[in-house]
Antibody
Framework: QVQLEESGGGVVQPGTSLRLSCAAS????????IHWVRQAPGKGLEWVTV????????KYAEFVKGRFTISRDNTNNTVDLLLTSLRLEDTALYYC???????????WGRGTMVTVSS | SLELTQPSAVSVSPGQTARITCSGD??????TYWYQQKPGQAPILLIY???QRPSGIPERFSGSTSGTTATLTISGVRAEDEADYYC??????????FGTGTTVSVL
């Protein structure tokens, strides 16, 4: 079964860091670009970042401002998202999402919740 | 700019047609994608490249574009179509953006 599973979320204080991880099963991760999309409680979807299939190309949303770093390990079929300098407004459910070439965001994980609170 | 505007809510009776618009200057030259999200669930891809429907998506969902506006049409709306709907695009540099989202209520 094709699926993505996020982990690493939790409750943290402002200014601290957190590493999220996305594990793929049922397909070969290295064949796909992987995105992270977040959703604050009761709000809409917000795109965060993408990493190309081989890790050579990364893009970030403007609000990231150098605080987040995406990486991947195709050998272990995982993609990580390092969140640093966390702010209250980073509180959200973070989804890991697959995107085949010339297609939409077709496989979504269930998300991992990040809560930034003092 | 990469901004996509959607109506916040659309109400429709069962069996009728719902149309959800997505407006933005960037839509003139870029593909639109549509997603459905039901409460407590992850989004699912409904439409890609303006008009293409992934396998398994019912034919009552269709996409179209005209100028700077994309439209998701749900024909013969069912109670199960009650959900939030989001449009999305990706610019030529690989930056993605989602629309503001539309809540569809089936009366």
């Amino acid at each position: 079964q094709v699926q993505l599973e996020e982990s690493g979320g939790g409750v943290v204080q402002p200014g601290t860091s957190l590493r999220l991880s996305c594990a793929a099963s049922g397909f070969i991760l290295r064949d796909y670009a992987i995105h992270w999309v977040r959703q604050a409680p009761g709000k809409g979807l917000e795109w965060v970042t993408v990493i190309s299939y081989d890790g050579s190309n990364k893009k970030y949303a403007e609000f990231v401002k150098g605080r987040f770093t995406i990486s991947r390990d195709n050998t272990n079929n995982t993609v990580d998202l390092l969140l640093t300098s966390l702010r209250l407004e980073d509180t959200a459910l973070y989804y890991c999402v697959r995107r085949p070439q010339a297609y939409g965001l077709d496989v979504w994980g269930r998300g991992t919740m990040v809560t930034v609170s003092s | 700019s990469l901004e996509l505007t959607q109506p916040s809510a659309v109400s429709v009776s069962p069996g009728q047609t719902a149309r959800i618009t997505c407006s933005g200057d960037a839509l003139l030259n870029l593909y639109t994608y549509w997603y459905q999200q039901k409460p407590g669930q992850a989004p699912i891809l409904l439409i890609y490249k303006d008009v293409q429907r992934p396998s398994g998506i019912p034919e009552r969902f269709s996409g179209s574009t005209s100028g700077t506006t994309a439209t998701l049409t749900i024909s013969g709306v069912r109670a199960e179509d009650e959900a939030d709907y989001y449009c999305q695009l990706a610019d030529s540099s690989g930056i993605y953006v989602f629309g503001t989202g539309t809540t569809v209520s089936v009366l």
